[in-house]
């Protein structure tokens, strides 16, 4: 039964531009639609900006219709000069095809590829032994550069500079669009609005070689309401790989979210109903933390998976609920002999070693003004050394201001 895939991402948020809105809109309500969204393995992680899609692709599956997930391992050899300022780095095909198992587990996350629901491709498949000269017989034939040069993501760099590498991408996209049309009856592609001029493209490449008409939807560009590109944390981008930035800071990432915020990533980025999440984002003052929590947790259950969202809800309620006392709390750790604890157990030289502190005059700053705690107690005196008695089976937390900790074992 169709669930009218086009009014659920309105109503959470996801459409910015739509080729023809009432079209794809009576196409996603009355019959199952093959539709795609691309990802180029250009790393060997997705971020935070890449799921925006991969709710709606999951939200479009579960309204009963099928998504194509293509990981680009054809044209990352290239780069996607949508959205950017300089070329990017090129990497070898090993390390591309290295990228594109990573991100298919990640893609699996959120989409259903169990009983032929969902495809996953990868345009390597069709792009990586092309014949130049047929291709620019067959499709480079269809391609103005005057429209091609009018398009803003290309706009923008001709002020850097674009080379004619990046300039192809255009028509790697498109023949991308056109393949799957062709394969799987693919007339719907997906995507953030950078990539408009591209998907676009990719539809008059159809009407001119199929004589039939597919259809672009995209998705608004996020970011938070301080207009501030969202999800850039100080260890860089918030990447879905636990390597790279581990479950428990993805969690606390959405705990610390302005409160106007609340609403908007709770649809982008939760299936919760659209009721519950509204009467959510109304509560006030320091209820409003609830909110948070629950954004904090649904969307590390989808990205991590149940079991690391739950440890990440409790590491953080023991840091911020219980003021740091218990042990269990995941902060940083540091595991150190008997003998390094006695010859760094003066306060300031512990604080330093635990590098909650740049230097020793760091760190009688923080002590001297009340921001330096040790199992939930504060201490101000710099002449304080920390005793065995001050051991809670053999483990000390520190704790620098607010936010910053650290667990040290003593063997």
């Given at each position: ?6 009014d ?6 996801f459409?910015?531009?739509?080729s023809?809105e ?7 309500g009355?019959?199952?639609l093959?539709?795609?969204?691309g ?12 799921v925006v899609?991969l ?8 309204a ?6 293509l ?13 950017k300022?300089e070329m ?7 390390e ?8 298919k ?9 169990s009983k ?7 345009n390597?498949?069709?792009l990586?032994d092309?014949?130049?000269i047929e291709f620019?017989?067959?499709i480079?034939?269809?391609f103005s550069?005057?429209?091609?040069l009018?398009?803003e ?7 850097t500079g ?11 996209q ?16 997906i995507g953030g609005?950078?990539?408009w001029?591209n998907?676009v493209?990719?539809i008059?490449?159809i009407?001119r070689?199929?004589g039939?008409?597919a259809?672009?939807?995209t998705f608004?560009l996020?970011?938070?309401?301080d207009?501030?590109k969202?999800?850039?944390t100080e260890?860089?981008?918030?990447f ?6 581990s479950p428990?800071?993805?969690y606390?990432y ?10 908007k ?8 109903p ?6 959510l984002a ?7 933390n609830e909110?948070?929590?629950?954004l904090?947790?649904e ?13 990440a809800?409790k ?6 609920e219980?003021d740091?006392?218990s042990?269990?709390a ?10 390094e ?5 003066n306060i300031v ?16 700053r923080?002590?001297?003004?009340g921001?330096a705690y040790?199992n939930?107690?504060r ?7 920390i005793q ?6 053999n483990?000390l937390?520190?704790r620098?201001?607010?936010k910053?900790?650290c667990?040290?074992?003593?063997e």
């Amino acid at each position: 039964m169709m669930a009218g895939g086009f009014d659920i991402l309105k109503e959470r948020g996801f459409i910015q531009q739509c080729s023809d809105e009432d079209e794809v809109k009576k196409m996603l309500g009355s019959e199952s639609l093959t539709f795609y969204a691309g990802f180029d393995p250009t790393g060997n992680s997705l971020h935070v900006g890449h799921v925006v899609p991969l709710f709606a692709m999951a939200h479009l599956q579960r309204a009963g219709h099928k998504p194509v997930a293509l990981v680009g391992g054809g044209t990352a050899r290239i780069g996607d000069p949508s959205g950017k300022t300089e070329m990017r780095r090129m990497l070898s095909v090993e390390e591309i095809k290295q990228n594109a198992e990573s991100i298919k587990k990640q893609i699996s996350r959120f989409i259903d590829f169990s009983k032929d629901k969902a495809i996953l491709v990868d345009n390597a498949e069709w792009l990586a032994d092309l014949n130049y000269i047929e291709f620019l017989r067959d499709i480079g034939k269809h391609f103005s550069v005057n429209k091609m040069l009018s398009y803003e993501s290309v706009k923008l760099r001709m002020e850097t500079g674009l080379s004619f590498i990046e300039f192809n991408y255009q028509l790697l996209q498109s023949y991308d669009f056109l393949i799957l049309f062709q394969k799987y009856g693919c007339s719907l592609q997906i995507g953030g609005d950078d990539q408009w001029g591209n998907i676009v493209s990719g539809i008059d490449l159809i009407r001119r070689i199929e004589g039939k008409q597919a259809y672009a939807l995209t998705f608004p560009l996020i970011t938070r309401s301080d207009g501030k590109k969202m999800g850039k944390t100080e260890k860089g981008s918030l990447f879905l790989n636990p390597q790279l930035i581990s479950p428990y800071d993805f969690y606390q990432y959405w705990i610390n979210i302005a409160d106007v915020d609340v609403e908007k990533f709770l649809l982008l980025f939760t299936f919760l109903p659209v009721d519950e999440i509204r009467k959510l984002a109304s509560l006030k003052d320091k209820e409003i933390n609830e909110a948070k929590k629950i954004l904090a947790y649904e969307f590390t259950k989808t990205v991590h998976g149940e079991e690391a969202a739950i440890d990440a809800k409790k590491s953080s309620d023991v840091l911020f609920e219980k003021d740091g006392t218990s042990m269990d709390a995941d902060a940083v750790t540091m595991t150190i002999t008997h003998e390094e604890f006695l010859s760094h157990n003066n306060i300031v030289s512990l604080f330093k070693l635990a590098g909650l502190c740049s230097s020793m005059g760091d760190a009688r700053r923080l002590i001297t003004q009340g921001g330096a705690y040790i199992n939930g107690k504060r201490y101000d005196d710099i002449d304080t050394v920390i005793q065995d008695d001050v051991l809670s089976d053999n483990v000390l937390l520190l704790r620098a201001g607010k936010k910053r900790y650290c667990k040290i074992i003593v063997e």
